[in-house]
């Protein structure tokens, strides 16, 4: 089912455990490592109060005086020991959870059916692959030892504590148990208020883009104003509820940091401390354990709460993942045959994308080797589906597409990639150099074999012209217009010397000057092998050896361009309305 959001669904589909359980081991490991250092850092504050109480007595023991800081340090020790075992493990988990998702990504996008990118833009792919891993390296590496601390810290504090005097103990817990109330308020409901603040981003993201992309469309027909207006309500809609949504919260947050503040947890130890010291429920001295382990019962609190702000990214995140690891992956054929030749027949094929419209309907074509056929129709007539079949961006729905007698289904995909290859309108190239980019062809092939299919799609003297010649790298010192990087495309695959290929009017972007000289390589290409073309141009198919109209979804007319004159049907009049374009726009033949 096409969407154009990853995410669709994605609580149907896995989430953080899933995503996290290859490392859960190592992370339990740190976790129980992180509450020893929890534990051990406690150590030299219990160390102050018995210091305190040896020092304040009537004959201090020198010998038990440093035998108390050697404890202390011990635990200063023990602690930063434990931590660092933790750190490390959580980083290894990390960068070995990071690695392992984006090797089982790529591999899963490696095969999945081509037609599902069709519905996609990179940004989607990207932020799944890229951010979304990345988002989760906190989580990882910090996160769940930064949570173990943030709950052992104040559990061991406050049996140290009742341990000591359990009624002041008591007392000291008020703030932490307000604390946690009013965290547990501020959080209430923050998914879905997240979430709602996320998509009313993404339309001001949205607004902004297309305003920027549209501005010289706006201007022609003057809806700049109108166009901004769009954008500013956008705005206006986040802020407003970005504000409905914080000042709901001013009173509570404020009145909960000012209850977890340090200051107020000493003022409430000094003040209940006195009490009990001037009623003689306790010895002054006790009252040192409180005022060092006291700030350890609120301080943690915050921590919670970015612990809990990047569990919910990282679940987010994590869905999202899972999500994209379990799309469905083109069927392979357990028992892989292999064509016998190069010839394709489309047998009664009928395709639908969301199994109710159907796009295509009983097809039935033959594409002869070493011959030409050129698809030409009014758009949405189904010419892109029916060609994109031929390099299996999709299965039919009823019906088979069979390369030299066998059923594509029935074709290894690395067999079939070698045998069929495709230069579509939509022109891909990576952000390597221009020689690696032409090499996706044929990734073995030397630099002559390179230059040789460059110079055939009149690219070869562009590429000279640049800083590094082929070693220029795209998006940095090779800056091409749509018709080279259109051409760069072409000698990708005139490299790959696939025996069957697919032509989404290739010569779309080519500038005047070189389209017929890359129509004349296309012609030399074409020798010996099956081409299929299709053409919005008309008078670039004039030579082809057979021409199919279709429109909705059948093949409604096929012949030569001379026959299918004469029958002075549907594709005469295709040509005439092609022939007025060529002289309004003063192009030749």
Known sequence: MPTSDIGQEATE?????????????????????????????????????????????????????WGIAAVAVLGLVIRLVLMLGAASITHFADVELSLDLRRQMAERLGEVPLGWYDDRDGGEVKKAVVDDVASMHHLVGHTFTDLTNAVVTPIAAMVLLFLTDWQLSLIVLVPFL????????????????????NGALEEVNTGAVEFVQGISVIKTFGQAGRAHRRFLD???????????WVSGLLRISSITEVVLSPLATLALISGAGTWFVSTGRIEAVDLVLFFVLGLALTAPILTLGMAAND???????????????????????????????????FEQVSFSYDGERQVLHGVDLHLEPGTITALVGPSGSGKTTLAKLLCRFWDPTAGAVRLGGVDLRDVAPEELYRRVGFVFQEVQLLRTTLLENIRLGRPQADVEDVEAAARSAQIHDRILELPRGYGSVVGEDATLS????????????????????????????????????????????????????????????????????????????????????????????????????????????
């Open 178 to 197: 307000l604390g946690v109330a009013g965290f547990s308020r501020q959080m209430s409901g923050y998914g879905d208020k997240m979430a709602k603040y």
């Open 234 to 244: 956008a705005a206006n809609r986040l802020v407003d509820y970005f504000w409905d």
């Open 482 to 589: 749509g018709g080279e990087a259109q051409r760069v495309s072409i000698a990708r695959a005139l490299l790959a010397d696939a025996p069957v290929l697919v032509l989404d009017e290739a010569t779309a972007f080519a500038d005047p000057e070189s389209e017929a000289a890359i129509q004349d390589a296309l012609s030399e290409l074409a020798a010996g092998r099956t081409l299929l073309v299709i053409a919005h141009r008309l008078s670039t198919i004039v030579a082809a050896d057979q021409i199919a109209v279709v429109d909705d979804g059948r093949i409604i007319e096929l012949g030569t361009h001379e026959e299918l004159l004469v029958a002075d049907h549907v594709y005469r009049r295709l040509w005439d309305a092609d022939r007025r374009v060529t002289v309004s726009s003063g192009r030749s033949a």
């Open 13 to 65: 589909q896995g989430g953080l455990g899933d995503v996290l359980r290859p490392v859960r081991g190592k992370l339990v490991l740190a976790c129980v490592l992180q509450a020893g250092a929890a534990i051990a850092g406690l150590v030299p504050f219990v160390a102050i109060a018995e210091l305190a109480r040896e020092l304040f007595s009537d004959d201090p023991d020198d010998g038990r005086l």
């Open 311 to 345: 569990l919910q990214t990282a679940s987010q995140a994590a869905q999202r993942v899972a999500t994209l690891l379990r799309l469905p992956t083109l069927p392979r054929s357990e028992d892989p045959r292999w064509p016998d030749g190069n010839d394709v027949v």
